[in-house]
């Protein structure tokens, strides 16, 4: 079973950076694809941004030209670079691996696994 910690969340004012990694317990090299969510308050778990083992990328649009996913398999580590932070990307991001594909879209399955989460907040 694959484990995942993500750390780096924390308080940050708007227009400023932050990034967060997430730490796989075992080598992420033949995981098709990982992924960062985010959930609000109040609000549904939203995909923000998916990269393939082939180094693909994709984004939620609310956070295209800010954020930057990337994965370092020899460090069996994802990272997201948050730049340009604004309120609304307050919420807590949550790493997943192991990501399916359905027509254009990106899904978790049941063997998806999932890390605790790491706190954002952005102060306006």
């Known amino acids: 079973q694959l484990q995942l910690v993500e750390s780096g969340g924390g308080l940050v004012q708007a227009g400023g950076s932050l990034r967060l990694s997430c730490a796989a317990s075992k080598s992420i090299f033949s995981i098709n694809a990982m992924g960062w969510y985010r959930q609000a308050p109040g609000k549904q778990r939203e995909l923000v941004a998916v990269?393939?083992?082939?180094?693909?990328?994709n984004y939620a649009d609310s956070v295209k030209g800010r954020f930057t996913i990337s994965r370092d398999n020899a460090k069996k580590t994802v990272y997201l670079q948050m730049n340009s932070l604004k309120p609304e990307d307050t919420a807590i991001y949550y790493c997943?691996?192991?990501?399916?594909?359905?027509?254009?879209?990106?899904?978790?399955?049941?063997?998806?696994?999932w890390g605790q989460g790491t706190k954002v907040t952005v102060s306006s």
């Open positions: 997943a691996g192991d990501l399916v594909m359905y027509g254009s879209r990106w899904y978790p399955t049941l063997n998806t696994s």
């Open positions: 990269i393939t083992s082939g180094g693909s990328t």
